[in-house]
């Protein structure tokens, strides 16, 4: 999988539009841009995946660039159960390794 | 589909006894893996497998053994407990399908473990 970077930790308030940035500049032609969602005390679960451009989904949506050296995604009008941890990860599961590596995320605290 | 399920929810264990970590899907996924996660941390790759009777070491592996005889099952075994091995562990699966199409992996709620 690619190396990825995104911030330790964001602090935003209801109702406000939220856009996690995730750095990515070793990813491959094949590679799958992926975001999961975690909540205390509960395991991740998938939030949006994309190649290009941009895709929505009911939760997000992710928006990439064209040289795909990064991707933004963005929450709108959070509510305070946002709060979780978000993954960015990129690959092309199953990666040529196989070993799909989280990393640290990013904290999002909604503030009220 | 009951998805992935671990057991137990909590287990407390003293430093030098072992104890297995039990991972179950019924989903038909070739991929399993386990991952442990510290308090503040995200999470480390323990072990995972591709497929039945195949495992290899994840970030993490030391101090830990898994098995894959069946497609639904991969346990994680803790030899001889200790401290350090105190943390929250989490087993996933997907398919692991050739293509241009990722597939996303599921997660069980997760096995809270503490080594006195």
């Known amino acids: 999988l690619a190396k990825t970077t995104q911030p330790i930790s964001m602090d935003s308030y209801e109702g406000q539009e939220v856009n996690i940035t995730c750095s990515h500049n070793?990813?491959?032609?094949?590679?799958?841009i992926t975001w999961y969602q975690q909540f205390p005390s509960q395991g991740p679960r998938f939030i949006i995946q994309?190649?290009?451009t941009k895709v929505t989904n009911e939760v997000a949506s992710l928006f990439i660039p064209a040289d795909r050296k990064s991707s933004t995604l963005s929450l709108p009008r959070v509510s305070l159960s946002d709060t979780a941890v978000y993954y960015c990860?990129?690959?092309?599961?199953?990666?040529?390794?196989?070993?799909?590596?989280f990393g640290k995320g990013t904290r999002l605290h909604i503030l009220p | 589909n009951a998805g992935v399920t671990q057991t137990p929810k909590f287990q407390v264990l003293k430093t030098g006894q072992s104890m297995t970590l039990q991972c179950a899907q019924d989903?038909?996924?070739?991929?399993m893996s386990w991952y442990r996660q510290d308090p503040g941390m995200g999470l480390r790759l323990i072990h995972y497998?591709?497929?039945?009777?195949?495992?290899d070491q994840g970030e993490v592996p030391n101090g830990y053994n898994v098995s894959r005889s069946t497609t639904e099952d991969f346990p994680l075994r803790l030899l001889s407990a200790a401290p350090s091995q105190t943390s929250v562990y989490f087993c996933?699966?997907?398919?692991?399908?050739?293509?241009?199409?990722?597939?996303?992996?599921?997660f069980g709620p997760g096995t809270r473990l503490t080594v006195l």
């Open positions: 996933a699966s997907s398919y692991r399908r050739q293509g241009t199409i990722v597939d996303t992996q599921y």
């Open positions: 070793n990813i491959a032609t094949n590679d799958y």
């Open positions: 994309g190649y290009k």
């Open positions: 990860l990129v690959g092309d599961m199953p990666s040529r390794d196989d070993k799909i590596i």
């Open positions: 989903m038909n996924h070739e991929y």
């Open positions: 497998s591709v497929g039945a009777g195949i495992t």
